[in-house]
């Protein structure tokens, strides 16, 4: 509609919002295809295979790596406090 409306004579004043306004929707379409094709990339294959089995697996998948990131955070703390108190 914005292409159609840009090669109207009647809105020649409104070029320069017309061509914001194509510049935005083309920015949001390439957001809204990134998220479709993460969502068509991920584990779960929608609200109807959602199930408490794939829901718990889930949360547990997220707890585990939230761990093993808390893990690798104290990790570095201690070889840095062993460092200094080597030092």
């Given at each position: 509609?914005?292409?159609f409306i840009?090669?109207?004579?009647?809105?020649?004043?409104?070029?320069?919002?017309?061509?914001?306004?194509?510049?935005?929707?083309?920015?949001?379409?390439?957001?809204?295809?990134g998220?479709?094709?993460?969502?068509?990339?991920?584990?779960?294959?929608?609200t109807?295979?959602?199930?408490?089995?794939v829901?718990?697996?889930?949360?547990?998948?997220?707890?585990?790596q939230?761990?093993?990131?808390?893990?690798?955070?104290?990790?570095?703390?201690d070889?840095?406090?062993?460092s200094?108190?080597?030092?």
């Amino acid at each position: 509609m914005l292409c159609f409306i840009e090669r109207a004579p009647a809105f020649d004043d409104f070029k320069s919002e017309i061509s914001d306004l194509k510049s935005r929707a083309e920015n949001i379409s390439r957001q809204l295809r990134g998220w479709a094709e993460s969502l068509q990339n991920s584990d779960i294959k929608g609200t109807r295979y959602l199930t408490d089995k794939v829901r718990r697996k889930s949360q547990s998948d997220r707890e585990r790596q939230e761990f093993v990131e808390q893990l690798r955070r104290v990790t570095k703390e201690d070889i840095a406090t062993q460092s200094k108190a080597a030092e």
